[in-house]
């Protein structure tokens, strides 16, 4: 199973604050295009998971994500990402991942 695979679902039990470079790494080979990137606002990423929009907690159809400091992102922000990757099946099948590394 790749690292990035490793990494992402450590996340779901996730207690605290990850740094913006690990959570970024990991957030974007997981979504991939739905990630916009916002400048000028506390909000850095947009993810779209408008697929979602019937569960109420990703009502919006999107996801904002804060940086805190300027160099983490909160524990409760990446249990959000987790669940979202989980409802939308991003993950690759582990028949995929046992070869690959990284």
Do not use: N
């Not at 990035?4 to 740094?19: M, P, S």
């Not at 990423?45 to 983490?72: H, K, M």
């Amino acid at each position: 199973m790749p690292g990035w695979v490793k990494d992402f679902q450590r996340w779901k039990g996730q207690k605290t604050a990850l740094r913006v470079g690990e959570f970024e790494s990991a957030m974007k080979r997981v979504f991939g295009s739905r990630v916009r990137e916002v400048s000028g606002t506390s909000h850095r990423w947009i993810i779209d998971v408008s697929e979602l929009r019937g569960d109420p907690e990703f009502s919006r159809g999107i996801i904002t994500i804060p940086v805190a400091g300027g160099q983490v992102v909160k524990a409760g922000y990446v249990k959000i990402c987790f669940r979202a990757a989980e409802l939308l099946e991003l993950f690759p099948p582990k028949e995929d991942t046992d070869d690959e590394s990284g």
